[in-house]
């Protein structure tokens, strides 16, 4: 099977197209390889790929409408390039236009026109619920209230695919990720943010004074998801039938902040020196995903908790920052 992955040396895209690579698919890679976080990250991310037989990559801009032009062909688009985080879309507000509307429309555009269409699989948010949603979120709420500009593109991207899969036949299965942590993580995530400051001894500061619930989903079992999915094709089960599917896909076990803070204390064999202070605009008191259509309809079950996925994550992370992330698995 060949299988475009976009936002390849993101965070999420590596680690899905090492394990398309497992299954003996052929891969390419499409990535802006953009500086919103450490590009020594995903060039990193991409010394591993390229080491990889049956992966190839091209540099290249999303929000180009040419952008996929001479690509291809390909079976399946799993399309994850995107221009992510809640709280620099608060600071540049553009660059969440292009890479989530233009650039996820480029992708449409591509899948219209070629001549054998492929199963499109693209990345939405747990964000579009927004903070009046009753959990656990279920894919049928209404999802128009965004209080980020970044969950509002994230959500009129859905809307583009919709459009789109009534149009022209395409089918396409969405999925709304539900906040993903893991080995070769992404730096500006808090998470992440925070195992920085334990292990360069800086405060911590910690949003709505601890109070806020996460559904932290470790990376594998994601991966486990997004595989599945970009496998099976859009008649994976009850899917059958409709050209354009949404799923969460998340662990449906919220977490307290303060409990993953701990369990990231204990990972790190540290303790964080806490400020706490008020909600960050933008941000939500809660995400929770309901998996029961994901689970019926592909057998996703994850599995993975924070006391198991967080060691790990520390792990990778002090060989990281020491230079010497030289395996891929933690
Ligand atoms: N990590 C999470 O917790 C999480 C949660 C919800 C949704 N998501 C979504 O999952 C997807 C992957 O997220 P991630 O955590 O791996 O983020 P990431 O930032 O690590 O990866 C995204 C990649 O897309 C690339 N990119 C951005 N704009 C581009 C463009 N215009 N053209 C080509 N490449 C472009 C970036 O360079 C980056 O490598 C994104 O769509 C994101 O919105 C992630």
């Known amino acids: 099977m060949r299988i475009l992955v976009t936002g390849a040396v993101g965070f999420i895209g590596a680690h899905v197209c090492h394990a398309l690579l497992d299954q ?21 991310r991409l010394a591993h790929l390229e080491a990889r037989p049956g992966f190839d990559f091209t540099a290249r801009d999303l929000a180009d409408a040419k952008a996929l032009d001479g690509l291809g062909p390909f079976d399946v688009i799993v399309h994850l390039a995107a221009q992510a985080g809640v709280r620099y879309s608060l600071e540049a507000p553009f660059a ?21 269409r492929p199963f499109l699989v693209y990345a939405s948010s747990s964000s579009v619920y927004g903070d009046t949603t009753p959990a656990p979120f279920r894919e049928d709420a209404r999802c128009d209230a965004p209080v980020s500009l970044y969950a509002a593109t994230k959500r009129g991207a859905e809307m583009l695919s919709e459009s789109y899969g009534a149009l022209y036949d395409i089918a396409q299965v969405g999925l709304r990720f539900f906040t993903v942590y893991g080995p070769w993580g992404r ?144």
């Open 24 to 44: 003996g698919c052929v891969v390419s890679g499409l990535d802006n390889l953009n500086s919103y976080y450490d590009p020594a990250l995903k060039h990193a």
């Open 187 to 330: 730096p500006d995530m808090a998470y992440y943010a925070f195992a920085q400051a334990m292990l360069e001894n800086r405060p911590i500061t910690v949003f709505n004074h601890g109070d806020l619930m996460r559904d932290f989903t470790w990376i594998d079992d994601i991966v486990d998801g997004v595989t599945r999915i970009a496998l099976a094709g859009p008649d994976g089960g009850n899917g059958a039938g409709r050209t354009h599917r949404i799923y969460n896909i998340g662990n449906n076990r919220p977490e307290r902040l303060m409990d993953f803070i701990g369990a990231l204390e204990t990972a790190l064999g540290l303790t964080a020196e806490k400020i706490m202070t008020g909600m960050a605009p933008g941000d939500v008191h809660m995400t929770s995903a309901n998996i029961d259509a994901i689970s019926a309809d592909y057998g996703f079950e994850p599995t993975t908790t924070i006391t198991d996925g967080l060691p790990r994550f520390a792990a990778w992370l002090k060989a990281w920052r020491a230079g010497d992330a030289s395996s891929w698995r933690y």
């Open 96 to 116: 969440y236009l292009d890479s989530n509307l233009k650039g996820h429309l480029s992708v449409l555009e591509y899948v219209r026109h070629a001549e054998t």
